[in-house]
Antibody, heavy 119, light 106 residues
């Protein structure tokens, strides 16, 4: 069974950095694109970033460009999100999500990691 | 940037049919996907590429797209269908979600 497990969330001060990880299992990790999607408390889903299966192509939401970096280690079956210059409005649950072969949607999601940006 | 518009809430009587709309410019030309998110849980895909349902999703869930509107239809609504529902498309190398619709089963 496909399993996605996020880690690395927590409390960070404004201007600080945090790296989220998403450990994948149950499928050939390198064959599928992945994304990060976040959800602020009481709000809707917001896409953050995507990366191709090889890691050679990356995509970002405009509001995250330059502050967030998505990467993956296919040898470790792990997806990452490096978040810098964090702001209070970045407070959210961050989900990693897997795309199917046909792409453009998300067939599996992790349980989420809470990131709280506050002094 | 591309935008998707959903009603904030939809109510349906138990056993009746609920329809949740998702509006977007020429959305009929895009692949539209739908997710269900119950309170405190991660989203679950219920419809992909306009009208296809994952095998684990009941056939009561269906989707359609035409012109500027995509519609998620839930037949014979059950209390367990109460959740937030989100539509999603890809546009210009970015993922776009609708604002979400809260479904209440009365």
């Amino acid at each position: 069974d496909v399993l996605l497990l996020e880690s690395g969330g927590g409390l960070v001060q404004p201007g600080g950095s945090l790296r989220l990880s998403c450990a994948a299992s149950g499928y050939t990790f390198s064959s599928y694109a992945m994304s990060w999607v976040r959800q602020a408390p009481g709000k809707g889903l917001e896409w953050v970033s995507a990366i191709s299966g090889s890691g050679g192509s990356t995509y970002y939401a405009d509001s995250m460009k330059g502050r967030f970096t998505i990467s993956r280690d296919n040898s470790q079956n792990t997806l990452y999100l490096q978040m810098n210059s964090l702001r209070p409005e970045d407070t959210a649950v961050y989900y990693c999500a897997k795309e199917p072969n046909t792409g453009s949607c998300f067939d599996y999601w992790g349980q989420g990691a809470l990131v709280t940006v506050s002094s | 940037s591309y935008e998707l518009t959903q009603p904030l809430s939809v109510s349906v009587a138990l056993g009746q049919t609920a329809r949740i709309t998702c509006g977007g410019n020429n959305i009929g030309s895009k692949n539209v996907h739908w997710y269900q998110q119950k309170a405190g849980q991660a989203p679950v895909m219920v419809i992909y590429r306009d009208g296809n349902g994952p095998s684990e999703i009941p056939e009561r869930f269906s989707g359609s797209t035409s012109g500027n509107t995509a519609t998620l239809t839930i037949s014979r609504a059950q209390v367990g269908d109460e959740a937030d529902y989100y539509c999603q498309v890809w546009d210009s190398s970015t993922v776009v979600f609708g604002g979400g619709t809260k479904l209440t089963v009365l």
